[in-house]
């Protein structure tokens, strides 16, 4: 079982910056996929950012702006946020991929809230 604690949410002004974290924790656990998703009211749950190996993938809405790195000695993944926007205001949501490819896990969610 693995657990996914996300940290970081909270408000800024557009044009401003926030880095979210997310920790994994369990017993022998491998992750090989960490990422982000993000879910707005009213919409569709999409994906942010993702690393994995050999490479990473972001949405064309965040690219140039954001930025994911991951620490894998602590089974830690970031999301460097810059130049918010108000319609980056959603719950964002921690996203990993355990190596056997079949398993995956969501943590609670943190809220970004952009103000224009």
């Known amino acids: 079982q693995v657990q996914l604690v996300e940290s970081g949410g909270g408000l800024v002004q557009a044009g401003g910056s926030l880095r979210l974290s997310c920790a994994a924790s369990g017993s022998n656990i491998s992750i090989r996929v960490m990422g982000w998703y993000r879910q707005a009211p009213g919409k569709r749950r999409e994906l942010v950012a993702l690393?994995?190996?050999?490479?990473?993938n972001y949405a064309d809405s965040v690219k140039g702006r954001f930025t994911i790195s991951r620490d894998n000695a602590k089974n830690t993944v970031y999301l460097q946020m810059n130049i918010l926007k108000p319609e980056d205001t959603a719950i964002y949501y921690c996203?990993?991929?355990?190596?056997?490819?079949?398993?995956?896990?969501w943590g609670q969610g943190t809220q970004v809230t952009v103000s224009s």
């Open positions: 996203y990993a991929v355990l190596e056997d490819i079949t398993t995956d896990y």
């Open positions: 690393t994995r190996p050999g490479g990473t």
